[in-house]
């Protein structure tokens, strides 16, 4: 659902637009006088935008990304587990 609405319309029916915009990829854009104002959206879908403007604000961690993603080097999830010291 992607959906703008007024403040006075938001205050009307708050707790029913949460029980709407919780569904992942759901956003709810808020206006006052006209204006968009802020947008309300899952906590999942949040964490992630910050998780995703934190790696593209790590320069060194996006370009060994962009190079493991040239790589033509693939590995096994058992040499993942053992380079990352997971244990089944």
């Known amino acids: 659902m992607k959906k703008t609405l007024s403040a006075t319309d938001v205050r009307k029916n708050f707790f029913q637009l949460i029980k709407t915009t919780e569904r992942p990829g759901s956003t709810l854009t808020i206006t006052v006088e006209g204006?968009?104002?802020i947008v309300m959206m899952p906590v999942e879908?949040?964490?992630?935008?910050?998780?995703?403007l934190e790696i593209m604000?790590?320069?060194k961690l996006l370009k060994n990304i962009q190079a493991a993603?040239?790589?033509?080097k693939r590995y096994s999830e058992?040499?993942?587990k053992k380079e990352l010291?997971?244990?089944?």
């Open 35 to 37: 204006e968009a104002k």
């Open 69 to 72: 993603l040239k790589s033509k």
């Open 78 to 80: 058992a040499e993942i």
């Open 45 to 52: 879908d949040f964490e992630g935008w910050q998780e995703t």
């Open 57 to 59: 604000s790590d320069k």
């Open 85 to 88: 010291n997971f244990e089944d």
